[in-house]
Nanobody, 128 residues
Framework: QVQFVESGGGLVQPGGSLRLSCAAS????????IGWFRQAPGKEREGVSC????????NYADSVKGRFTISKDNAKNTVYLQMNSLKPEDTAVYYC?????????????????????WGQGTRVTVSS
């Protein structure tokens, strides 16, 4: 089955850190730009970060710049999201997906083509 499997979520206090993992199954990461997304209760899904297949360049939403870092390990076919200085507003279900239309991330304001291979998500709760 072609999909991502996310893991690493949990409950963390404000100011804490988590590292999310996203393992690709049935395809290679090197084919597509890969994004992390999140959806908070009652809100629309938003793009958080992107990493290019072409050169590993990255892009971030303004809300997470300087706090989150996206990376990938092609040998493990896995994408990571290191989240530091977490805030209550980071509480959401986090997903990854492939941009099936491009290998390089849109720079500047995050943008996406057709997204696919969604996983089931991993829940992050930031609360004291």
């Amino acid at each position: 089955q072609v999909q991502f499997v996310e893991s690493g979520g949990g409950l963390v206090q404000p100011g804490g850190s988590l590292r999310l993992s996203c393992a690709a199954s049935g395809f290679f990461l090197d084919y597509y730009a890969i994004g992390w997304f999140r959806q908070a209760p009652g809100k629309e899904r938003e793009g958080v970060s992107c990493i290019s297949a072409s050169d590993g360049s990255t892009n971030y939403a303004d809300s997470v710049k300087g706090r989150f870092t996206i990376s990938k390990d092609n040998a493990k076919n896995t994408v990571y999201l290191q989240m530091n200085s977490l805030k209550p507003e980071d509480t959401a279900v986090y997903y990854c997906a492939a941009d099936l239309e491009r290998r390089a991330c849109v720079m500047g304001e995050l943008g996406w083509g057709t997204l696919g291979y969604w996983g089931q998500g991993t829940r992050v709760t930031v609360s004291s």
